[in-house]
Nanobody, 125 residues
Framework: QVELVESGGGLVQAGGSLRLSCAAS????????RAWFRQAPGKERDFVAR????????AYANSVKGRFTISRDNAKNTVYLQMNSLKPEDTAVYYC??????????????????WGQGTQVTVSS
């Protein structure tokens, strides 16, 4: 079972940037589909961005398109989420997820079977 650990969250002013990281451990090979989701208090967990096993295919939620960029470094077993032009409505706990043994996955939470503990992102106005 792979372990996913997110880092890079924090408090930032509107218009600022953060870069989240999702490092995987516990398995030698981890080049499977991954995604970022987020969950604000009292709301459902929503899709943010996804990336295929080799980084060649990515997709974004409409709310973050043009501001966020997902990428990966398979040599480091790490996926990143670069977040620019942050808005207060981006405030949430951000979760990294992996679809084990799957190279391409979609935006649904039930497509992913490994999850990190989450990292808090707070954007002040």
């Amino acid at each position: 079972q792979v372990e996913l650990v997110e880092s890079g969250g924090g408090l930032v002013q509107a218009g600022g940037s953060l870069r989240l990281s999702c490092a995987a451990s516990g398995r030698a090979f981890s080049a499977y589909a991954r995604a970022w989701f987020r969950q604000a208090p009292g709301k459902e967990r929503d899709f943010v961005a996804r990336i295929s096993w080799n980084g060649g295919d990515t997709a974004y939620a409409n709310s973050v398109k043009g501001r966020f960029t997902i990428s990966r470094d398979n040599a480091k077993n790490t996926v990143y989420l670069q977040m620019n032009s942050l808005k207060p409505e981006d405030t949430a706990v951000y979760y990294c997820a992996e679809a084990s043994n799957i190279r391409y996955a979609g935006p649904r939470t039930d497509e992913y079977d490994s999850w990190g503990q989450g990292t808090q992102v707070t954007v002040s106005s």
